[in-house]
């Protein structure tokens, strides 16, 4: 009767710990989407200066007959908004727009050993334990 009381408790001691685990790492993918957000918003309104820059860079007559740094010089816009695409990608924006991606994937490597998995929110999926031989 003891040892079924201490499993019990043992029991509910290691799914408290699990609900506190998934409370964290929910709460860690909810604060993290935010400012996946804003650097996704930077790198669009970049990504579009470039373009609308590269249209009329492109577009312009006085580009093909002036040397190249004095094609740039002509064209701030472009330059001046691809300088700050290199810059960004220089400063990993590309990982900060994915970094919930990443969170939640490196997650569910380390829980596939213990036969766990989580949804892109961070619930706890519990999965069945392999049978053993």
């Known amino acids: 009767m003891t040892s079924h009381i201490v499993m019990s408790s043992l029991e509910q001691v290691a799914c408290e710990d699990l609900k506190a685990f998934e409370r964290r790492l929910?709460?860690?993918?909810?604060?993290?989407?935010?400012?996946?957000?804003?650097?996704?918003?930077?790198?669009?309104?970049?990504?579009?200066?470039v373009a609308v820059g590269?249209?009329?860079?492109?577009?312009?007559?006085?580009?093909?007959?002036?040397?190249?740094?004095?094609?740039?010089?002509?064209h701030p816009w472009f330059s001046l908004?691809?300088?700050?695409?290199?810059?960004?990608?220089?400063?990993?924006?590309?990982?900060?727009?994915?970094?919930?991606?990443?969170?939640?994937?490196?997650?569910r490597e380390v829980m596939f050993d213990f036969s766990m998995d989580c949804d892109d929110s961070g619930k706890l999926i519990l999965k069945p334990r392999p049978a053993t031989a």
Not at 34 to 47: C, D, I, K, M
Not at 54 to 74: C, I, K, N, R
Not at 81 to 107: D, K, P, Y
Request: aromatic content about 8%; proline content about 3%.
């Open 26 to 49: 929910t709460e860690i993918i909810l604060s993290s989407q935010p400012t996946a957000l804003r650097w996704r918003l930077v790198l669009v309104v970049v990504s579009v200066c």
């Open 54 to 74: 590269a249209v009329y860079w492109l577009g312009d007559p006085a580009t093909a007959q002036v040397s190249f740094l004095t094609s740039l010089w002509l």
């Open 81 to 107: 908004s691809s300088l700050a695409m290199v810059g960004l990608f220089l400063a990993g924006v590309h990982r900060r727009v994915v970094q919930t991606s990443i969170i939640v994937n490196r997650t």
